[in-house]
């Protein structure tokens, strides 16, 4: 009886020295990954432009704020886009529209101009169900029908694009304060601060629970001839993250977006309420 006490007890101890050995194993390989993490994170600026007119603009000049931030070594404020890395998407498709970064009082903008901007409409695809068995290649390809005004034909408006996903970015981004040490739009005046959101539509803007954050102000100078019912949509947005594996893709980021819309004819500097969203994600 002895004996087999002593065999249970020690039976016990060797499998509570295992259990304590798997846990220490387990909480190595955590510790790894984490530094490797650490190590491997990618940091990325994601920056889109788009651009709609419901009818044609004349004498065409938009100035948009771009992602800037104040440069010390040369002591001058500088732009994260490089035009040179930009796609264009929908974009100057005769060649009449010109895009070029320009400095406006000491500060980068977006310089879009020509001498006349016509909308962009396409046809509507019907979509086509797929039947169980049914290659997609067998199905009809839909016939794209585009014009430069609106008809029972062509009633979709199509956006212009401009988008730039830059990976050299060289330091890993601080999106919980980005204020003062990345790049945002710029110049910008911050209206409110919010913490902790309760989550919904908030002046036009998503706001997902608990977010972080400001309401900003910046300057669209423009300047073009239109129809008084004319409306010109331009939504202007950027994300600063920082992404790395482990069990799968994870990342942190702060995002600015803005999206207003001009009616009529334009002519000066017309100041847009837009959001600054601050320590979303994993960290």
Do not use: C
Not at 16 to 27: E, M, S
Not at 80 to 85: E, F, L, T, Y
Not at 253 to 261: A, C, D, K
């Amino acid at each position: 009886m002895v004996d087999l006490l002593n065999i249970v007890g020690k039976i016990i101890i060797a499998v509570f020295v295992l259990i304590v050995f798997l846990i220490l194993v387990f909480a190595a390989i955590i510790g790894y990954i984490g530094i490797s993490a650490a190590e491997d994170k990618q940091p990325v600026y994601d920056y889109s432009l788009t651009l709609s007119t419901s009818g044609p603009i004349d004498n065409v000049t938009l100035l948009i704020p771009v992602p800037s931030y104040y440069n010390a070594d040369t002591g001058q404020n500088e732009t994260v886009i490089n035009m040179s890395r930009v796609s264009f998407n929908n974009f100057d498709r005769d060649g009449n529209i010109s895009a070029e970064i320009e400095q406006v009082n000491g500060i980068p903008m977006l310089n879009i101009s020509a001498d006349r901007i016509d909308p962009i409409y396409k046809n509507y695809i019907e979509p086509i169900a797929i039947m169980p068995g049914q290659n997609e290649s067998e199905l009809p390809h839909p016939t794209r029908v585009y014009s430069n005004r609106y008809s029972e034909d062509t009633p979709v408006l199509v956006a212009m694009e401009i988008h730039m996903y830059e990976t050299d970015v060289g330091h890993e981004i601080d999106t919980k304060s980005p204020v003062g040490k990345e790049p945002l739009f710029m110049p910008y005046r911050i209206l409110e601060n919010f913490s902790r959101s309760d989550g919904g539509m908030t002046d036009g803007y998503y706001l997902s629970e608990g977010a972080f954050g400001s309401f900003i102000e910046v300057p669209f100078i423009l300047s073009y001839t239109a129809g008084d019912d004319n409306v010109l949509i331009i939504s202007s947005e950027f994300e600063g993250s920082n992404q790395w594996w482990v069990l799968g893709w994870r990342r942190n980021v702060y995002r600015e977006n803005i999206y207003p819309e001009f009616t009529g004819e334009a002519e000066g500097t017309y100041w847009v309420k837009g959001v600054l969203v601050t320590g979303e994600g994993v960290y």
